[in-house]
């Protein structure tokens, strides 16, 4: 594998550490601020929908400040660069859910599967897709 530079590495791993922070403490208006222009989130394994686009993702995050959820806690391991060419890169990173939603405890096992790219000095995620390791519990089944 390419040695990957500390700085890149440590600045990765930070942006995942701050999504995970704006979910958990309900900053969903800063969400979008860690996707490319063109992002891609997509959690449809648990029935979310598709965002494409930084518009999009801030959009549906947004509107999660309307929703029943009393709390969520991502608990992040495991992250694991996976590929690394000096603007881009791609990693997964272990994580385990924990949150009510809708009156339903919920819970997610599984990982991200992440591209980033850096855009200016910074970098930003390309695409986020959730896969899940176990059934997740407490989301009603994708359509």
């Known amino acids: ?24 403490t309900k900053g969903y208006e800063r969400v979008s601020e860690l996707f490319t222009d063109d992002g891609i989130w997509d959690e449809t394994v648990i029935g979310m929908p598709r965002c494409e686009g930084r518009k999009a993702i801030h959009e ?28 881009t890169a791609a990693a997964t990173t272990h994580l385990h859910v924990k949150g009510l939603f809708n009156g339903q405890l919920i819970e997610i096992l599984g990982y991200y599967a992440d ?20 059934p997740s519990t407490g989301f009603a089944p994708p359509s």
Request: charged letters at 25%; glycine letters at 6%.
């Open 1 to 24: 594998m390419t040695k990957i530079p500390a700085e890149d590495r440590l600045d990765i791993q930070q942006l995942v550490a701050q999504y995970a922070f704006h979910c958990d």
């Open 60 to 87: 549906f995050f947004c509107s999660m400040a309307e929703r029943p959820l009393e709390y969520l806690i991502h608990l992040n391991g495991n992250h694991r660069l996976t590929r690394y060419g000096g603007l």
């Open 115 to 134: 591209e980033y790219e850096m855009c200016g000095d910074v970098w930003l995620l390309k695409s986020r897709l959730l896969v899940e390791i176990a």
